[in-house]
């Protein structure tokens, strides 16, 4: 008969036979279990029981939930950081006693592990005698990706367990790990089928009471120094520092310190470890990119959970969509929907545009196979969920269309209003524009209530966020079924008012405003690229300009500007202009800003281009040089203040929607934890006193009298109200 002996709000404990017994994790009311703070006090009441009893022979573990626990509860994070120092130490104290006590407990301990056992729910694993896990277990220590490192023992006991090379790449790198790879780095000690996993953990739990398995020496192992002569632990440190301090750049510094940590700790025992241990996590958790990244992970569930409450709305899922316009956009969603499920039925008026509509999806899907992540079976399934057609007759049956036809005003009113014509009734059409109204798009349209924007981003597969763009006239049921849809493509998911640009683009081409009157002004591009990229964004402006196409942005640059002209309109000849008129488009005619030349993959490979300069010299000043800073500011100044202005009026809900989006639609650098964070971490006066002397470069560099009144009241944005409606004040 089971008793029940402790029964918490994380975790139970209750009696099996034979002196047996079982600690369960279940978080009440979640679907995951967190190591939160009340799990920490909770295990520990536990321990004290099961110490007290010494008739107690054997603890097995175990989760009430599909996975095991994901990890240290990251909400917590920012109130135990922003304390000091001291205060993260105690914290990691805590929990790194409930571990020890664990591991010294006078009776063994099994662990079963079924889904994830991540973070800190892995560092509990590691802490118990023997871990069974279920085919679908995926272990790791994901702990470098929110710039700090494991604090629970993990950087102590994995290295003990499955060898250095192993524990720096698992730590380092911050990956999950399957089953099958922990298995066999000795993480796991059996892997078995998910309806097999209990009594597999409980058979070992028996062998190791009835003393056929000798759990004591597994405690052994991990209570030794590391085995290495010092020779080779110092050249596998160093080297491993050199190549993870290459991959993961110098804004990220967690990946380095956590080698550094075994490092030092390769020698030690296991008090003086987790001392070193809780140290250098402390000095991780006060780092800037710590706070960043953690404040990150904590908008990106918001945005995915805002996301989620939309879709549920859906009266129905789409279960098969279709696309209009079979070029490098069309393909790319047809592509995308395929591969997950949805079958798509992509039109073209012309032939050649749907070969090219599904070369390119067959090319992406080669790859894959190529790579080993796709049979070629599965790779002819995918294909064959996409139908091609030049007539609008398989559209009929779509719940949702998607126009990606050229972009122009009067070709896509016009598809669009034939296209409504071969719609189901409650099917939704949304046009994936990157600079056209919605509102005036929507003109051309019957039911304009069933409209919206869906703006994917290119390369489609590639690229995470879709902006869903909400019209005068679109319904919520028309924004919940295009947010469900984008979800089923495995996309995040903005979801924006209405204006021309979006949110994405109205913030990018301010930013490209700033760099076009930089080489105006007698600034080397190639300088900026520079200066930008090392800042932190993927590519500086002028290469990013050569990838977009010239001709896409000088099109786009044209709406843009069209529409807010008493900011961005401009009375000079460009950069941008220059290189349309002569034709450098970019990557896609090998010559833009730079040349390009193909590497020995096929991939372009930049080349210095000195012809442009040439190009450029009759339309800008002598050239002149421009500190970092001065670029730096002249590049994101007026970035911001167009995002200041879209949160102002309501394009965009949130600033915390507004972080996730730049940095999933513009590969704005995560560590700087989104640009309002960027904006906050500042400080608005600061930003406002930085901004006013650039005033003279015009109104893109003048802060809105709103932000203003903000900064005199030294207020954040971040800290701004959601109301129910989730708009801010
Ligand atoms: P593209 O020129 O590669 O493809 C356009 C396709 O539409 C062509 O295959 C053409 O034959 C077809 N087409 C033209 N008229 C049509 C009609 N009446 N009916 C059906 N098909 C028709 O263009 P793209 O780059 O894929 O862009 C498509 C849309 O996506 C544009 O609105 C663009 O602004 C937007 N967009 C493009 C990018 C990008 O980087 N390329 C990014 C985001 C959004």
Redesign the pocket.
């Known amino acids: 008969m089971s008793e029940m002996l402790f029964q918490g709000e994380t975790l139970c404990l209750q009696s099996l036979d034979n002196g047996l017994v079982e600690l369960c994790f279940d978080l009440q009311g979640a679907s995951v279990n967190k190591f939160s703070l009340q799990t920490v006090s909770e295990l520990s009441q536990v321990l004290t029981l099961i110490e007290s009893d010494k008739g107690i022979a054997g603890l097995l573990i175990f989760s009430a939930k599909k996975t095991f626990i994901v990890g240290a509860d990251i909400t917590e994070f920012s109130a135990v950081f922003s304390a000091g120092p001291e205060h993260v130490v105690a914290h990691l104290a805590k929990n790194n006693q409930n571990f020890n006590r664990i591991e010294d407990l006078h009776c063994p301990t099994v662990v079963a592990i079924a889904g994830f056992a991540l973070g800190g729910g892995m560092e509990f694993c590691l802490a118990c005698d023997y871990r069974i896990g279920s085919d679908d277990a995926v272990l790791g220590q994901p702990e470098v990706k929110l710039g700090i490192i494991p604090g629970w023992g993990g950087t102590y006991r994995l290295p003990r367990l499955c060898g250095l090379d192993t524990a720096v790449d698992w730590i380092a790198s911050g990956r999950d790990q399957k089953s099958d790879v922990a298995l066999k780095c000795g993480v796991l000690d059996a892997v078995v089928a998910g309806d097999q996993l209990r009594r597999a953990a409980l058979h070992t739990l028996n062998e190791c009471v009835a003393g056929r398995f000798d759990y004591t020496a597994r405690r052994k192992q991990k209570s030794t120094p590391l085995q290495h002569c010092d020779i080779e632990a110092m050249l596998a440190f160093e080297s491993s520092k050199a190549f993870v301090a290459a991959q993961a750049g110098r804004h990220y510094p967690a990946p380095v310190a956590a080698i550094k940590t075994m490092q030092k700790a390769a020698g030690m025992l296991r008090s003086q470890a987790l001392a070193v241990e809780a140290e250098a996590f402390a000095k991780m958790a006060q780092t800037e990119v710590a706070q960043s990244l953690v404040a990150l992970f904590v908008r990106d569930q918001y945005m995915s959970k805002k996301a989620k409450t939309l879709a549920a709305q859906a009266s129905c899922s789409v279960s098969r969509a279709g696309i209009?316009?079979?070029?490098?956009?069309?393909g790319g969603v047809a592509y995308q929907a395929a591969l997950r499920n949805v079958p798509v039925v992509m039109?073209?008026?012309?032939q050649l545009?749907l070969n090219?509509?599904l070369s390119e999806a067959a090319k992406i899907l080669s790859s894959r196979v190529k790579r080993g992540r796709m049979t070629p079976d599965a790779m002819a399934q995918v294909l064959n969920r996409i139908e091609p057609t030049l007539d609008y007759a398989g559209i009929s049956r779509a719940d949702l269309v998607v126009e990606?036809?050229?972009?122009s005003l009067d070709?896509k009113a016009s598809?669009l209003a034939e296209a409504e014509q071969s719609l189901s009734k409650g099917a939704v059409l949304a046009s994936?524009?990157?600079?056209i109204s919605i509102t005036a798009l929507a003109k051309s349209l019957q039911r304009p209530e069933q409209f919206c924007g869906m703006?994917?981003?290119?390369p489609v597969h590639r690229m995470p966020l879709v902006e869903v763009i909400r019209g005068e006239k679109t319904t919520d049921e028309t924004i919940a079924k295009t947010v469900a849809f984008a979800l089923q493509l495995g996309k995040k998911v903005v979801v924006v008012n209405d204006c021309a640009g979006f949110l994405i683009n109205r913030v990018l081409f301010p930013y490209f405003a700033g760099f076009t009157m930089l080489v105006r002004d007698g600034a080397d591009y190639r300088h900026i690229d520079k200066v930008m990229q090392r800042w932190g964004w993927p590519m500086g402006p002028a290469y990013l300009l050569d990838v977009?196409?010239v001709d896409?942005a000088e099109h786009a640059e044209k709406v843009i500007t069209a529409a807010y002209p008493e900011r961005m309109g401009r009375e000079f000849t460009s950069c941008i202009d220059l290189l349309y008129q002569k034709k450098r488009l970019g990557q896609k005619t090998g010559a833009g800003f730079y040349n390009y030349i193909s590497d020995t993959k096929g991939k372009p490979e930049q080349v210095p281009a000195d012809e442009v300069f040439e190009l450029l010299r009759p339309h800008v000043v002598p050239r002149r040089d421009f500190s970092d800073d001065e670029i730096i500011t002249r590049m994101m100044v007026p970035m911001v203040t167009e995002l200041v202005r879209c949160l102002e009026e309501g394009v965009v809900a949130t600033p915390a929607e507004a972080d996730m989006a730049l940095v999933y639609g513009l590969g704005f650098p995560p560590f700087r934890g989104g640009l309002f964070h960027w904006l906050d971490s500042m400080g608005l006066k600061a930003f406002c006193q930085q901004a006013d002397l650039l005033s003279a470069l015009g109104p893109l560099y003048k802060p809105t009298d709103a932000l203003r009144n903000m900064a005199a009241a030294d207020s954040r944005y971040h800290d701004l109200k959601v109301d129910d409606k989730g708009g801010v004040s």
Not at 404 to 407: G, I, S, T, Y
Not at 432 to 435: D, I, R
Not at 455 to 458: D, G, L, M, Q, T
């Open positions: 209009l316009g079979a070029g490098i956009m069309g039109k073209d008026v012309a545009g090219l509509g990606a036809v050229v972009e070709v598809v994936n524009t990157s600079t703006h994917f981003f290119n977009v196409g896409t």
